[in-house]
């Protein structure tokens, strides 16, 4: 199978795919009501320092070694059993389960995001107590069907493969949501008292500066804000031809990932505080807060239709790349057809996340041993191993691979000095504070 391993058509196929991938619900959610609470424009500062050490060394680390192997996840137990690793064929376990595990629960909201979106296209939302209205199918049995809608939708993208499949979806939604985005933060500003929302997300408070929260929090953000789990993008690098700057592909998703985090907060708060809502972070916002702001908006319903269409697009293109991690393992492990490990794994991961349906106690907990234990340590697994376990000139020739400028010795200097040590301190902060993201 491997010699006929699918690839990326073209550059701007796989940066598109990585900007999917890294921008999901968290952008929309959580990245503003961070921003506003721990120093506005104070708070970019630390922000960006953590982007550059840890996103982006660790989406350079992830794709190039997937590149390099042309394998995912279980070619690197397979180069850990060479190198004489101790349990080199059980650790590869561990990022794969995290990050089905993610999609397991992260596919159970997206189809909450379906029935809003739907909701808006056939009922008159401001007849509804929001409120009551996100409590009556979440913890139920009504929630299984948009969770199954979801699976479906993730399952068929994934089944067609990279170019028809994965490539093609994200090459439709990334521009269409970044279009939309930016009319609806358009519509948000030109709202009365929408500047007030400005000022709490930009306003910058330097004190913040010296509260060691702020520095966890902004760390948090950038290590999970693009998916840096050792295995995401690892694959999809498994997909990526040697022409390709990684480097620069990168960059280029960070900044778009943080643009649309942005452009997502310009929209959300000063519309909330335009109405007079509270910037509150969580699904609350997403459910509860947004359609109340919508039914007060002139063109509310349009409006509410438009913008939960682009989380969709979010949500999709996130759910695809945590799916495809367990969907190659299982098509490496077994010898079987991309279609017949689409159905068998989106079959068991959605017969898994059935429970999370139906109590959001069990929910929440599953989704906080996932992010906050697990991601982290496959993180640790399969980079640690790449930047201490591989020869330091091979990882530095495959990240300069197409490059103009190389930067390949800097990047496993910061992997192994920086990036390692510095996501086990994301490991034990996300203990101490039961998640910093």
């Given at each position: 199978?491997?010699?006929?391993?699918?690839?990326?058509?073209?550059?701007?196929?796989?940066?598109?795919?990585?900007?999917?991938?890294?921008?999901?619900l968290g952008n929309i959610w959580l990245f503003s009501w961070k921003l506003g609470t721990y120093g506005g424009?104070?708070?970019?500062?630390?922000?960006?320092?953590?982007?550059?050490?840890?996103?982006?060394?660790?989406?350079?680390?992830?794709?190039?070694?997937?590149?390099?192997?042309?394998?995912?996840?279980?070619?690197?137990?397979?180069?850990?059993?060479?190198?004489?690793?101790?349990?080199?064929?059980?650790?590869?376990?561990?990022?794969?389960?995290?990050?089905?595990?993610?999609?397991?629960?992260?596919?159970?909201?997206?189809?909450?995001?379906?029935?809003?979106?739907?909701?808006?296209?056939?009922?008159?939302?401001?007849?509804?107590?929001?409120?009551?209205?996100?409590?009556?199918?979440?913890?139920?049995?009504?929630?299984?069907?948009?969770?199954?809608?979801?699976?479906?939708?993730?399952?068929?993208?994934?089944?067609?493969?990279?170019?028809?499949?994965?490539?093609?979806?994200?090459?439709?939604?990334?521009?269409?949501?970044?279009?939309?985005?930016?009319?609806?933060?358009?519509?948000?500003?030109?709202?009365?008292?929408?500047?007030?929302?400005?000022?709490?997300?930009?306003?910058?408070?330097?004190?913040?500066?010296?509260?060691?929260?702020?520095?966890?929090?902004?760390?948090?953000?950038?290590?999970?804000?693009?998916?840096?789990?050792?295995?995401?993008?690892?694959?999809?690098?498994?997909?990526?031809?040697?022409?390709?700057?990684?480097?620069?592909?990168?960059?280029?998703?960070?900044?778009?990932?943080?643009?649309?985090?942005?452009?997502?907060?310009?929209?959300?708060?000063?519309?909330?505080?335009?109405?007079?809502?509270?910037p509150g972070a969580g699904p609350s916002l997403l459910f509860i807060t947004l359609p109340s702001v919508f039914?007060?908006?002139?063109?509310?319903?349009?409006?509410?239709?438009?913008?939960?269409?682009?989380?969709?697009?979010?949500?999709?293109?996130?759910?695809?790349?945590?799916?495809?991690?367990?969907?190659?393992?299982?098509?490496?492990?077994?010898?079987?057809?991309?279609?017949?490990?689409?159905?068998?794994?989106?079959?068991?991961?959605?017969?898994?996340?059935?429970?999370?349906?139906?109590?959001?106690?069990?929910?929440?907990?599953?989704?906080?041993?996932?992010?906050?234990?697990?991601?982290?340590?496959?993180?640790?697994?399969?980079?640690?191993?790449?930047?201490?376990?591989?020869?330091?000139?091979?990882?530095?020739?495959?990240?300069?691979?197409?490059?103009?400028?190389?930067?390949?010795?800097?990047?496993?200097?910061?992997?192994?000095?920086?990036?390692?040590?510095?996501?086990?301190?994301?490991?034990?902060?996300?203990?101490?504070?039961?998640?910093?993201?």
């Amino acid at each position: 199978m491997n010699d006929k391993r699918e690839k990326f058509s073209n550059k701007i196929g796989f940066i598109l795919s990585c900007v999917g991938a890294a921008i999901g619900l968290g952008n929309i959610w959580l990245f503003s009501w961070k921003l506003g609470t721990y120093g506005g424009a104070a708070f970019l500062i630390p922000y960006f320092i953590f982007m550059a050490l840890f996103a982006y060394i660790g989406l350079v680390g992830e794709i190039s070694f997937g590149r390099m192997m042309k394998k995912g996840v279980l070619g690197v137990g397979k180069l850990m059993e060479k190198k004489k690793v101790p349990f080199a064929k059980f650790l590869p376990i561990v990022p794969i389960v995290s990050v089905a595990g993610i999609f397991t629960f992260y596919v159970i909201v997206f189809g909450w995001i379906i029935k809003y979106f739907v909701t808006y296209l056939m009922v008159d939302m401001s007849t509804l107590n929001y409120e009551q209205y996100f409590g009556s199918f979440t913890g139920n049995t009504e929630s299984i069907f948009w969770h199954f809608i979801a699976v479906v939708l993730s399952v068929g993208v994934i089944s067609l493969g990279v170019i028809k499949g994965i490539e093609k979806i994200n090459k439709i939604v990334m521009p269409l949501m970044f279009i939309i985005f930016f009319g609806l933060m358009i519509k948000s500003l030109s709202l009365p008292g929408a500047m007030e929302g400005v000022k709490f997300l930009l306003n910058p408070d330097w004190d913040k500066l010296l509260n060691p929260i702020t520095w966890v929090m902004a760390l948090g953000q950038a290590f999970f804000t693009v998916g840096v789990s050792g295995s995401a993008l690892l694959v999809y690098g498994s997909y990526l031809d040697k022409d390709v700057n990684i480097s620069v592909s990168v960059v280029q998703t960070c900044i778009l990932d943080t643009l649309a985090a942005l452009m997502a907060g310009f929209i959300i708060i000063p519309a909330a505080f335009a109405f007079g809502y509270g910037p509150g972070a969580g699904p609350s916002l997403l459910f509860i807060t947004l359609p109340s702001v919508f039914n007060n908006m002139a063109g509310g319903r349009v409006l509410g239709i438009i913008f939960f269409l682009s989380v969709i697009f979010a949500a999709i293109s996130s759910a695809i790349n945590q799916l495809e991690v367990p969907v190659e393992a299982a098509m490496e492990k077994f010898n079987i057809s991309r279609v017949k490990a689409s159905v068998i794994v989106g079959g068991i991961l959605f017969l898994v996340g059935l429970p999370l349906d139906l109590d959001m106690n069990l929910f929440g907990t599953f989704a906080d041993t996932m992010t906050i234990y697990l991601i982290p340590l496959g993180a640790i697994i399969i980079l640690g191993f790449y930047f201490y376990g591989i020869d330091s000139k091979s990882i530095e020739y495959e990240i300069d691979l197409g490059a103009k400028h190389k930067v390949g010795k800097y990047i496993v200097k910061i992997g192994k000095y920086i990036f390692v040590p510095g996501v086990l301190i994301i490991l034990i902060l996300g203990v101490l504070y039961g998640g910093i993201g």
